[in-house]
Structure formats: C-alpha cells, structure tokens
C-alpha cells in the first residue's frame, strides 16, 4: 500500500498545494476529471476501506449539492436568453449552471484529496514527520500529542460526570434549554481535572528531560526518499491531463 | 565525605500561600543509598522531589531558600533538561504520566529528550522493558494497560534513561493492593540488580519497610522531625506518626493493638511469622436473617449486559436485604462497576429485571428512585453540583418541603459531623483531598437514601480520609441503612462487610460471608485476585504455632 507509507508531511504539503491549484480552476470539467483520478488513486494506491469511505464522503456530497441548487437557484437573470439548460422542467442560464458545477466539484474535490490524507495517515506519524520535515517546534507538537492522548480520557470524564450528577438528581433536563444549563455544569468539574492532568503530565514530561529544545533525536525517523516524489508527480500528471482534456473540449 | 544529595536549609514557599510547604530541611544522601520519605498529605513530599529533579526553583511560582546539589552540582546552576540524567521520577498518578500513545514511543520519548543516537535506542528500549517484565508489551497502546502496568512503564522509562537517583512519588497511590504489591516486589528486585539510590515518599509504610531501613520523617509543617532507622520511629514516635497522619504498617497496627510496649514490633508478615504474638481475631457479625415473609430491598433476577458485541455481565441474580453491608470484590474488568451502576439504576440491564420495593426499576420515577438509591463515586469532585459547601449540603433537601430555618439547623448539624462547619462558604473545589471526600459524604448523609452503592470510595485518597469515610459509612450502617461497597481492599471487607460477593468474568463466583470466603482454598482466591487480609493471616499464623506448642509439649 503506496500511500500509506508515503512521507505524511510531503503527502500533506501536495494536497495543499493541489487544492490551491483546485481553487484557481473555474470551468467544470478539469475538477471532475482530477475527482475520479483523486478517488482512482485513493483505492488503487491506498486500498481504503469503501464502506468507510462512502460513510466519511456522504456528508460532503449533500453539502456539495445543496451548494448546487442554491447557486443555480439564486443565480442572475441570463444574459443570453438562448443559452439556457433545461432540467426539472425549468430553465436555467448556462453560464451559472457551469459555475455552480465547477463550485460543486471544487467541494467534492477538497473533501477526496483530505479524505485521502486521512485514511492513509497515522496522526501520531504525521506528527513526528512535521516535526522532523517542516520544523514544527516540539513544544507545539508534542502538546498536541498529549493533548490526543487526553480526548478518549476527557469523553470518558464526562459520562462519569453526567451519571454522577444524575444520581444527584439534577439531570432531569427535557428542554434545551435545561440540558444546555446542564452542560454548563459540567464544565466546571471537567475543565478542574483537565488542567490538573495536563499540568501533572507536563511536569512528567520535563522530568524526563523534555525541554522543548529542537535538539533532539528521534526514535522514529522520518526522511524524504525517492519515492515520496512519485505522489506529487501521480497527481501532478493527473492535474495536468484534467486540464489539457478540458482545453481540448473548450 | 561528599554525598551524592545535599539538601540544605531548603525552605520552599508558593505565591499566594502564607506558610511554608518546606521550612529548613536538611538531609544527605549517599550514591546508591536508600529512604523511605515519609509524611502526611500536604506535607510538601512533592514539593521536594520537584526541588530535587531539578524542575524547582526554574518552574516555580514562588519562593524557594537554601540549596540543593546532587552530584556536587546546585539546582541551579544546571541546564534545564540536564538533570533527568541522574535523577528519575515515578508519579502517583498513573493516567498523567505518558505523552505518547505506545509503550515503545513512550520508553524512547525520555531516550530522545538526552539525545541518544537512534541506532542505540532499540536496544536500550528493550533493555529498559525487560527489567519490569514488560517486553512483549513493547507495541501495546498505553490506553489498554492496566493502572499496575501503567506504573512499570512509567518505571521502564526512567530506567531507560539509567538514571543514579530514582524518586517514587507515592506510585502505589492509585493500584489496587495486588499491583501494588507487585510494583514494590519489582523495585525490590531491581534495587539487587542495579545500583542507584531511592527515595520512596509515601504516607503508609505497609510493603516498603525491607526495601529501606532508613527514614525521614515531614510534620504537617514541612519540617524533618525525624531521620533515622526505621523501626526506632515506630516504637518510640508511634503517638507523634498517628497524629501526623503517617500509617505504621497494619501488620505492627495489629501485633501493637495487643501489645502496646512491644520492644521491636514485627512490620511484615514475613517477621511476624518468626515470632508470632496474640492478636484478637474478630468475631463477624452474623449475616442478616433474611425474614422469610419481608420482601427483599432489592432483587436482581437473571440480568446480563452487554455492549455492542462485549458481554460483560451473565445471567446475574442477586437479593439484598434491609441492612446488609455487602462488598463486591473481584480483578479488574470483571464487571463489578457495571454491576453497581445496573443496580443504581444508571443503566438499563440487556435482559433481565431489577426490582427495588418489589417494583421494576423501569417503573420508577427518577426522581423518586433519586431519593431511595444513593451511588458514591470514586472521585468526589464528579458529583459537586453548586458553588459553596453549605449549598451542595443543602442541595439534598430541596425535595423535602422543610422551612427554612429547620433546613439551616439540619445542615449545619451534617456539617458539623463531617468537620466542614468552618468551611461552609468555601467552593467544593477548592478543599482538600480529605476534606471533599467528607463533603460528598456529607451531602449522601442528608440525603438519607435507605441504599447506598460506592464505586471504590477508598481509591486513591489518603489513609486518613479513608478512615474518616469508613467511620460515618458505618454509622450511617447503623443507622438502618444498606450499603453495597465496591473495594479491592481485604482488610475493609473484613472489618466491615456482613456479605461479600465476588464477581469473576461477568458472574457471581462466590456469595457468602467474608469469614467463610477465607476460608477458601489459596489456590482459587489468587484466581479472583483477592488475598487473606493482614488480621486473619496473622491470626492462622498464631493458631498455627499454637497447636504446634501444643502438640510438641
């Protein structure tokens, strides 16, 4: 599986550069094509669970179509009469339908090139790579690392808070308004044990010598290879095949 | 002579405080010697290991007086980071100690804080997970280890880093008593394999006393008002120890109970056995009749839970009675706190019914099952509602139509009992360890629910407070109340209980009284992670070596 083991900080640094590519293009047809070649290349390269991804991807393609109707629906008056589209009985200015299209694709386009990132990347070797490629000060990355560690903990808090006040008696909530009074209870206990937790484990972390320093050595190694490059130039081929097909057909 | 640590005059005083945590504390330490730091809470124990792991005076907010060298070398005049070369530390709290996800990346975290090259740290990884029996954990995620196991890798990776100083943080604080004697069997065996000094701060002695034969004592004042052999504290100091809170072990708690003037009390089993004095062996409470025709106040008849595809209870059935004090006991993951909270009525059974009053619990009103089923948590904080602690005391009467000065008198009167009178505006954050423990058993006083379930209350608190909470459950026991406590302590079942019922694998594997569950062979109490408690161990040691007497002459 190819893009799994890719360099997750040259992964993530040519779907950046490539959705800013995306955000320069504004007929339909190059982000369509370069859509299934992103899709082509997430199950061909990544071998990426379909299930899952339909799931994660859904979401997006309702986003995607409410975006459509509302930009084709509140689009201006035509200036050419003649050039209209027709579907559901009701003609809309071709113009507009294009760009809603092109507006669409974008959408779609963003949300495969990040779904591919995130199904064929472990966060904790994103991070480390950041850190070794892209200069991430440790601090920073590290804090995010503990921080990552902290969330199952802090959901689990909760649940125990929530049945503790229950027992209590206080969480009788039926309005919205009571629940969001609830939840404002409580904040108190779970931001109380956050702080000690983090402030517990930064003090582990520098008694284990963490100082923040860049100087450091790392236990996993990330390094850029040769074949880290053949991804940009999959996509970048990719891109440039898109486009080049969507001059040819004007 | 030059000591490996030189504390001197340390006085440590935080912003915003008015004492001292520490006042002029003196004391050397010699490489590869080691003491046992002993001291009540708030005594500034943690305080001195942050002076000595170099953290303070660098990360401090406040003011700290005197010097501390290690090495030769003062606080600080060293590098930030440079010290976890020689000193190591292993905290109390086994949730809060890691920054990574797996056990190998947590082991090389400190390895890439000194900076060792990358083609020596496997080795030295593996190194470091051997010595605590951890090897086959090496790609194990942290969040799937256990408390005790959590506790070896915090150890593993100090190791990791060799330092000549290891400082434990009461590590124990937060294990059930089988990790906890775990841990300490590993330290021990550590301690004859590698050479480097130790400092074990802790406020109970039971299991470190053959580890260290020195002592240093901290009063409430953060002051040192005792160093030296172990046992001479005991038996001239034993008066000033309790009063400073600090616990002999329970082994000597009980031989000194009998005899008082003892020369040289035993401190563990093992000394005991060697010369075995009389102790008084308890006479349990007889199990309460169940009444033939009074209906039971809770039943549970053939429940199961489970979540998703995980089974976690089977088929339980359970009856208790009006004024029972039950304990469940059982390993961790057996689906005890499951059970409790299925009793509480928290959660919905899977299959199966539980009848309060002979009524479903599906058919209560929750506010009404509020008023008859009390839970305690394991930590108090969880169940703080209000803002003040007269509030959250008074919180349980506003379903009672009470006037309001009667309120103000009943209040009063809990708080008074649980010794938060002078405390009654303070917020309920804002109190000690002790005293919030007090409180949210002040507010279940109040609220007077005829059954009462704890999840653990005695984890991870001090002895102290432990006692203080033991002392008003069982008043509140009899009182008429009924109460099912969830405890991996032996000694509270023994002490208290008048049921115990233990859980293995989502079943019930034994139902009974606690004076016969010890009488059950060794063999399958080790299976259910229970063990004798320290009264009847040393109670079948001396009929032991009574009936040999007796055979002999």
């Given at each position: 599986m190819f893009l799994q083991r890719l360099n997750p900080s040259v992964k993530a640094v040519t779907i950046i550069v490539f959705i800013i590519f995306l955000a320069m293009?504004?007929?339909?047809v190059t982000p369509l094509l370069f859509l299934m070649w992103t899709i082509f290349v997430t199950f061909i390269f990544?071998?990426?669970?379909v299930k899952k991804y339909l799931l994660y991807f859904a979401p997006f393609i309702i986003f995607a179509l409410g975006m459509f109707w509302t930009s084709i629906v509140f689009a201006?008056?035509?200036?050419?009469?003649?050039d209209a589209i027709r579907f559901f009985g009701i003609d809309f200015p071709k113009e507009s339908v294009l760009t809603a299209l092109a507006l669409t694709l974008r959408i779609l386009n963003v949300a495969a090139l990040s779904l591919l990132f995130v199904f064929t990347t472990n966060t904790v070797h994103f991070i480390l790579s950041m850190m070794q490629q892209?200069?991430?000060p440790p601090k920073i990355a590290y804090g995010v690392l503990a921080g990552y560690r902290f969330l199952p903990m802090l959901k689990d808090e909760l649940k125990l808070i929530h049945d503790a006040h229950r027992i209590r008696g206080v969480?009788?909530?039926?309005t919205v308004k009571e629940k969001w009074q609830n939840y404002k209870r409580y904040v108190i206990p779970l931001l109380a044990s956050a702080i000690r937790k983090a402030e517990r484990t930064a003090m582990a972390m520098e008694s284990k010598g963490?100082?923040?320093?860049?100087?450091r050595s790392f236990y996993r190694q990330f390094k850029i290879q040769k074949q880290d490059f053949i991804f940009p130039v999959l996509m970048l081929f990719g891109f440039m095949f898109s486009y080049l097909i969507a001059i040819q057909i004007g | 002579m030059n000591a490996f640590v030189h504390v001197e005059e340390l006085s440590l005083r935080y912003e915003m405080?008015?004492?001292?945590?520490?006042?002029s504390v003196n004391f050397t330490l010699n490489s590869g010697e080691s003491v046992l730091l002993l001291g009540p809470s708030g005594s500034g124990k943690s305080t001195l290991t942050f002076c000595l792991n170099g953290i303070f005076p660098r990360e401090l907010d406040g003011e700290m007086e005197g010097q501390v060298s290690i090495n030769g070398i003062e606080n600080r005049n060293i590098k930030p980071g440079e010290r976890s070369k020689q000193v190591g530390v292993v905290f109390q709290?086994?949730?809060?100690?890691?920054?990574?996800?797996?056990v190998e990346d947590e082991v090389a975290f400190g390895l890439e804080n000194i900076g060792i090259p990358p083609q020596e740290m496997e080795e030295r990884i593996d190194y470091a997970l051997e010595l605590v029996q951890m090897k086959d954990l090496?790609?194990?995620?942290?969040?799937?280890?256990s408390g005790g196991q959590k506790q070896k890798l915090a150890l593993a990776c100090i190791l990791a880093l060799e330092p000549e100083l290891l400082i434990l943080d009461?590590?124990?604080?937060?294990?059930?008593p089988l990790a906890t004697k775990d841990f300490i069997a590993t330290i021990k065996k550590l301690k004859n394999k590698l050479d480097f000094g130790l400092i074990v701060i802790e406020h109970k002695l039971d299991g470190w006393t053959d580890i260290a034969e020195r002592a240093i004592l901290l009063n409430r004042q953060g002051e040192i008002f005792y160093d030296g052999p172990i046992r001479d504290v005991i038996r001239v100091k034993r008066t000033q120890l309790l009063e400073e809170g600090i616990w002999v072990p329970r082994v000597t708690q009980h031989v000194m109970r009998e005899n008082?003037?003892?020369?040289n009390p035993p401190l563990t089993v093992e000394e005991y056995r060697q010369n075995p004095l009389p102790v008084v062996k308890r006479i349990s409470e007889p199990?309460?009749?169940?009444?033939?025709?009074a209906m039971p106040l809770l039943e549970a008849e053939n429940i199961s839970w489970s979540v998703g595809n995980h089974d976690?209870?089977?088929?339980i059935s359970l009856t208790f009675h009006r004024g029972e004090f039950v304990a469940i006991a059982g390993?961790?993951?057996?689906g005890k706190t499951s059970l409790s909270r299925l009793l509480a009525g928290l959660r919905q059974p899977t299959k199966g019914d539980i009848y309060l009053h002979g009524k479903?619990?599906?058919?209560?009103?929750e506010s009404m099952l509020r008023q008859e089923v009390g839970y305690v948590f394991q930590?108090?904080?969880?169940q703080f509602i209000t803002h003040t602690v007269y509030d959250e005391v008074a919180?349980?009467?506003?379903?009672k139509e009470i006037a309001e000065d009667q309120a103000r008198e009943k209040v009063e009167e809990v708080l008074k009992t649980c010794g938060l009178l002078d405390l009654s505006?303070?917020?309920?954050?804002?109190?000690s360890q002790g005293q919030k423990r007090r409180l949210s058993v002040a507010t279940m006083l109040i609220d007077d629910q005829s059954l009462l379930l704890l999840d653990?209350?005695?984890?991870?608190?001090?002895a102290h407070s432990n006692q203080e909470l033991m002392n008003l459950l069982s008043k509140k026991h009899q009182d008429g109340a009924t109460l099912i406590m969830i405890t991996h302590d032996m000694d509270l079942i023994h002490e208290y209980a008048t049921r115990v019922i233990v859980i293995k694998d989502g079943k019930v594997a034994a139902d009974c009284s606690p004076a016969e569950l010890w009488k059950v062979e060794q063999g399958c109490l080790e299976k259910w992670q229970l063990e004798q408690p320290i009264a009847v161990q040393l109670s079948n040691i001396y009929e032991k070596e009574m009936e040999y007497v007796s055979t002999t002459t």
């Open positions: 293009i504004f007929e339909p990544g071998k990426v669970d201006d008056t035509p200036n050419h009469p003649d892209l200069k991430l969480n009788q909530a039926k963490f100082t923040g320093d860049k100087h | 405080h008015k004492k001292n945590v520490l006042s709290d086994p949730e809060t100690q890691f920054c990574m996800l797996t090496k790609t194990a995620d942290i969040a799937t280890l009461e590590p124990t604080a937060n294990l059930d008082p003037h003892i020369e199990p309460v009749p169940a009444e033939n025709n976690i209870l089977h088929n390993p961790n993951g057996s479903p619990l599906k058919q209560w009103k930590n108090p904080e969880h919180f349980g009467l506003r379903w505006h303070a917020h309920p954050f804002s109190l653990e209350p005695t984890f991870g608190q001090d």
